[in-house]
Structures are given as C-alpha cells and as structure tokens.
C-alpha cells in the first residue's frame, strides 16, 4: 500500500497538474463567438492543421470584432476561428 501511495505521490510531483496550463487559456466572451458565428468570411488556406495555439501566417487575412480590439477571427481550412491579432494566434475554434 505505501509502495503505491508513494509511487503516486512521485509521479504527480513529477508531471504538472493540468492547471499549470491556465496561463493558456482564454476565455472568449459568449458576444465573440456570436458575432464570429454570424459573420461571412471567405476560406484561406494553409499547411497544417489548425488548432489553438496556432499562429497564422500574414496570407490569412484577419477581421477585427467590433467593439472588442482583443478579438479577431478568420476562416482556414474550412474551420472559423477566433484569434488574437496582436499574435495571430488561433484562442479558439468556433465549430
């Protein structure tokens, strides 16, 4: 029993808990996401898979929400996605 406990025990102290990861993290307003949804975007494309996390080459233009300069979104790879302009990065997938 104290094997296993301190096996455990070892283990969590050795792999990061998922909250560590919070700093990642964004939580869209429900208003982003609406608007984003409602919105006619032509498609880009790129190489890769798009996931959050991923920035966005300069090709792919874009849109800013209104109202809320943290947001922006565009449509790659037949995915809308919301996304930070100051980096470009992907902070969520609309499905």
Known sequence: MNTKLFAAVA???????????????????DTVTTYVTQQQVEDSTIDGDIVVGTALPDTVVIKNVPDNDEYGYAFVNKKRVIVSPKTRKVVRIVE
């Open 11 to 29: 283990l969590s102290l050795t792999f990061p808990a998922p909250y560590a990861l919070a700093d990642d993290v964004v939580v869209v307003p």
